[in-house]
């Protein structure tokens, strides 16, 4: 069974620096990878997708990298800004089914000015 | 461009009461989704629909139906709502490409009593 975790659960950092979210997967046989940002009270917005024969996308600040070998994905940001605060969440899509996406639990993360 | 829509915003609900989620997507998607949230158990799928007429059941269905009589509108219906069904409701919906992202709507608060 497919688990999707993200560590930490919450992350305060000082604005302005470099920072990696971590994403790892049990199952290495994913489809994609898609990246999401939960403001409060709102949904969720797509950040970047990464196919399974990708290692990376980026757009902007935001580089994401696929390792399935490792069951791992990680989303850099650079140079934060007090607007990044949010709430960061990864999907693993296992296969064409349109059931089989799996969501982590997020990242909480504080920019503070 | 709208995107993904869900009205009603905020609903508050006693215990028996019967109430329907909609949500409108405009991008011409195949597959939509219902989600829910809550603290500490992430997003759990509800129902899902591959096309119009098409549903299937997700990870928690029971005290739900769905319909999906339009291709751009996906109904969530609650027949008796239960304290448990306090919830925030996400509908998302993806094209069935490969490579094709999540789009969310910015979800229904509800809360029974």
């Known amino acids: 069974k497919q688990e999707v975790t993200q560590i930490p659960a919450a992350l305060s950092v000082p604005e302005g620096e470099n920072l990696v979210l971590n994403c790892s997967f049990t199952?290495?046989?994913?489809?994609?990878l898609q990246w999401f940002r939960q403001d409060p009270g709102k949904g969720l917005t797509s950040l970047l997708l990464i196919q399974s024969s990708q290692r990376e996308q980026t757009s902007g600040r935001l580089n994401a990298s696929l390792d399935k070998s490792s069951g791992r994905s990680t989303l850099y940001i650079a140079a934060s800004q007090p607007g990044d605060s949010a709430t960061y969440l990864c999907a693993v899509r296992r296969d064409s089914s349109a059931s089989k996406i799996i969501f982590g639990s997020g990242t909480r993360l504080s920019i503070r000015p | 461009n709208a995107g993904v829509t869900q009205t009603p915003k905020f609903r508050v609900l006693k215990t028996g009461q019967s109430m329907t989620l909609l949500c409108a997507q405009d991008?011409?998607?195949?597959?939509m989704y219902w989600y829910r949230q809550d603290p500490g158990m992430g997003l759990r799928l509800i129902h899902y629909?591959?096309?119009?007429?098409?549903?299937a059941k997700g990870e928690v269905p029971d005290g739900y139906n769905v319909s999906r009589l339009k291709k751009q509108n996906f109904l969530l219906g609650l027949e008796s709502a239960a304290p448990s069904q306090t919830s925030v409701y996400f509908c998302a919906s993806c094209d069935d490409r490969y490579n094709s992202p999540l789009h969310f709507g910015n979800g229904t608060r509800l809360t029974v009593t």
């Open positions: 991008m011409n998607h195949e597959y």
């Open positions: 629909s591959v096309g119009e007429g098409t549903t």
């Open positions: 199952d290495s046989a994913i489809y994609n």
